[in-house]
């Protein structure tokens, strides 16, 4: 378990900030203790994970999972998850899909490329509470891996 000393950090990663804040607003409600960085396209994501945003950074040393959508502007999920896997620094970062996205074909390229899990967003609030309290739960109990900070400036 993640001690509070060295709280995780949630890196969302989604367009739509409604469906952003009910991200946030859900995870806290777990009781999840952890900083939560929000990016709004891939483009920008890839800037916080490579230490380029100074509004956005991830401490040095925190453990990091990433929650990622697939249809985003600039830069798509699918493209964020390939250079998160390719890249030295980056690819042990859990990487977990939160999309509406069913197709059986795009789960399994995802899982291809190297993501941790595929979760589909339910719809329905009710279940849409309970996935992100089962989230909190896996972020809670795993053993994350710590976010080296890239080089770049």
Do not use: W
């Not at 469906?19 to 960085?37: D, E, F, K, M, Y």
């Not at 620094?89 to 789960?107: A, F, G, H, W, Y």
């Not at 909190?136 to 891996?145: M, N, Q, R, S, V």
């Amino acid at each position: 378990m993640t001690t509070i000393d060295n709280k995780p950090t949630v890196l969302i990663t989604d367009d739509d900030d409604a469906a952003a804040h009910l991200l946030q607003t859900n995870l806290r409600r777990t009781g999840l203790v952890c900083s939560i960085l929000r990016a709004r396209d891939g483009r920008q994501a890839i800037d916080i994970l490579e230490n380029r945003n100074s509004n956005a950074k991830i401490a040095a040393d925190s453990p990091v999972v990433m929650l990622l959508d697939i249809r985003m502007p600039r830069m798509d999920g699918i493209q964020v998850l390939e250079y998160v896997k390719k890249s030295d620094n980056l690819k042990r970062i859990p990487v977990i899909m939160l999309t509406t996205t069913d197709d059986p074909r795009e789960v399994e390229r995802c899982y291809d490329i190297g993501c941790n899990f595929y979760v589909t967003k339910p719809v329905d609030y009710g279940k849409f509470v309970s996935t992100i309290k089962n989230l909190a739960g896996y972020i809670e109990i795993c053993t994350l891996p710590t976010f080296q900070a890239s080089s770049i400036s």
